[in-house]
Each structure stands twice: as C-alpha cells, then as structure tokens.
C-alpha cells in the first residue's frame, strides 16, 4: 500500500475521533460539574523499506480539562460546588470509586444519598444514609448535619461527612458513566483540605465557542485528507501508466 494512502486514511481516523470528542464535550455545554475531554495526537514514524520521510498522527488518551467552572446559585440545601481543586467521591454501579465535580445531590425514599445519576454519595465510612430529617445543612469541609423529623432546631446531629478527595490530574481518566476514575479498583484518600460552598453548583468548564472552532478547523483537515488520498490515487494511475508505456 502506498505510505501517502496509509497516513491519509490514518489521519481520517484520527480527525473522527477528535471530532467525536469534540462533540461530546459541545453535547455537555450545560452539564453540572462536566469536564472537558482533551484531545492528544502524537506524530509517529513509518517505518519500512525506503527513505524515513513520513509521519502520521496517532490518538492518544488526552485526559480531561480540569479547569474550574462557575458557580451559581441555588439556594439548595442538597446543592454544593466544591472550591478549588478537589472531587467528591461516589459509588459506581461496577462497585468502583468515582469522582464528580457535580454536587446535585438527591435523597431517594430510604435516605440514601445519592448523586445526580442516582449514584451512592460516599461518606468517611461507606455509603451515607440519612434518617428522616427536617433540614440538612452541608459544612463548608461536608459535614452533614440534620435536624430530624419532629425535633427542634436544638437538636442537631452530626451524621458523616462527605468523601472530598484531590488526586493527580494526571492519574484521572473517564469511566463509561462520566465520571472520573482513578484506576481498576483504586481507592484515593480522602483530603481534609477540599472544601464546598453549600446550594451552590459548579457549571460545565466546556467553551462552546473553543470546540465549535476546533470542530470547524478538524472539518478543513478531514477535507484535506481526502484530497491527499485523491492524490495518492493519481500518483498510482500515473505509475501504472509509466509503467505500461516502458
């Protein structure tokens, strides 16, 4: 096969990729708490017989964009945006640790809480649940404290305290479900540090007009790659012509 088709139809892979990424994160402009899907090309050698003249492009996991969102108010009691760096640490349906920016959070009939995606929201020891309650107040370092049903104001327990975590950005990578993960069954520590700001939400990072640009310049490169492919086609019909004129 000619090295100029192979790093076209390369290159074309690559770009389908990128711009399935790309859409992804456009799709989740308004997601709580989404993170960005970086995009990475490393250039590689063709190797072979022959002059090492040629390079084409090969997809690597670019990790995820770990910049900050805004935060809205909401004035939710189960609402919270975390500041800073940091994650807040939930149980996935493959029994997995998961992480999330997104701090919609939600009690289901038995008092667990749970995610956003109705996913069990980790406290220091396991999977919180709460007895019925008249309010619940989220400390700044997530400290739950209820107020139970039928109680007054004065009496105020302390139930758990959320699971806020801060691990390497460059250790964290997308689970099928979204959230961030850390490895095939890795656990990361709990960081005394991490902080939330209760009835807030933290918006999606993703700049809409970044990745409709980046949409619009990879649509130029699949174009261009097709041409090339056009031109390796025509060096092989020219060749052949040479050949059948010798």
Known sequence: MDRLLYISTVGLSNIDQAQTARAHNLANVSTVG?????????????????????????????GVDMSYGSQTDTGRDLDLAINGDGLLSVRLPDGQEGYTRNGALQLDPAGRLLSAEGFEVLGQGGPIALPPVESIVIGADGTLTVRPEGQGPESL????????????????????????????????????????????????????????????SLSRQYELEVRMMSIAEENDQAASQLLRIG
């Open 34 to 62: 989404f993170r960005a899907d970086l995009a990475r090309v490393m250039a590689t050698e063709v190797t072979g017989d022959g002059y090492r003249s040629r390079v084409y492009g090969v997809n690597e996991s670019g």
């Open 157 to 216: 327990v302390q139930i758990d305290r959320l699971k806020l975590v801060n691990p390497p950005v460059a250790e964290l990578a997308k689970h099928p479900t979204g959230y961030l993960v850390v490895g095939e069954g890795a656990v990361t520590p709990a960081d005394p540090d991490v902080t939330v700001a209760s009835g807030f939400l933290e918006t999606s990072n993703v700049n809409a007009v970044n990745e409709l640009t980046e949409i619009l």
